[in-house]
C-alpha cells in the first residue's frame, strides 16, 4: 500500500489551479467576432485584448461517461458600447448533462437559455453557487470593474456546442442602462 502525496491545488480564495496537467485557455476579442450585438463597437477594439481566460483540469480523457472536469474562469471588466464582456456561451454536446459555477472573486451575471429560447439571469459573486440544469445553454458577463473568477465543474462527457449559439446567438442580451445590468430581448 502507497500514500500519495496530492498532486492538484485549488486556492479556493484566489481561483488559482495548479496542477501538472492544467490546460489554459485565453480568449482574446479577436477570437469573439460574433458575439457582441454592436460590431462597430468591436471593430474598434484592440483585436489583442484578452477578454477572457479558463483554466482546466481533466483527470481523466474527455468523453468518458462518469469523470468530472475542474476550470476555473477569469473574466476580464471591460464593455463593447453597452455590452459587457462575456464568454461566448454554450449548450452542452451531451444536452442532458448540466454544470455547477460559483463565484470566487467580483461580480457577474450567469446567463441563460433553455432550447425554447427563455433566457434569465442570475446575479454571481463571492460564494454564489449556481445550478445549470441539462438543456440550458450559459455564459457568463463581468458586470463590475474588477476581473470575475469563477469556478466549474461538469461531467468530462458533456462536450460543448458552441456552434448553436454562433449561429442562432442568445434570446436576450445583458447591456449597461442607467448605470445597471439589463436583460434586453434579440428577437
Not at 12 to 22: M, P, R, S
Not at 135 to 144: E, L, P, S, Y
Not at 147 to 163: I, K, R, T
Request: glycine fraction near 10%; charge should be negative; hydrophobic fraction near 40%.
Amino acid at each position: 500500500m502507497k500514500i500519495y502525496n496530492p498532486s492538484v491545488f485549488f486556492d479556493f480564495q484566489t481561483g488559482k489551479l495548479k496542477a501538472e496537467n492544467v490546460i489554459s485557455s485565453v480568449k482574446k476579442m479577436k477570437d469573439l467576432s460574433g458575439v457582441f450585438l454592436d460590431q462597430e463597437a468591436f471593430d474598434r477594439i484592440d483585436p489583442d485584448l484578452i477578454v477572457y481566460e479558463v483554466d482546466a483540469f481533466f483527470p481523466v480523457e474527455e468523453g468518458k461517461q462518469g469523470g468530472l472536469f475542474w476550470g476555473v474562469t477569469r473574466i476580464h471588466s471591460g464593455k463593447v458600447n453597452n455590452e459587457y464582456f462575456m464568454t461566448r456561451g454554450h449548450f452542452h454536446a451531451n444536452l442532458d448533462t448540466a454544470e455547477f459555477y460559483w463565484g470566487i472573486q467580483g461580480e457577474g451575471m450567469l446567463i441563460c437559455m433553455d432550447t425554447s429560447g427563455k433566457v434569465w439571469a442570475e446575479k454571481m459573486e463571492k460564494d454564489s453557487l449556481h445550478y445549470i440544469p441539462g438543456g440550458v445553454a450559459h455564459r457568463v458577463a463581468n458586470i463590475g470593474n474588477e476581473p470575475l473568477v469563477f469556478g466549474a465543474c461538469w461531467p468530462s462527457n458533456a462536450g460543448h456546442d458552441y456552434q448553436t449559439i454562433a449561429e442562432n446567438g442568445f434570446a436576450a442580451r445583458l447591456i449597461e442602462q442607467n448605470e445597471e445590468p439589463v436583460l434586453i430581448d434579440t428577437l
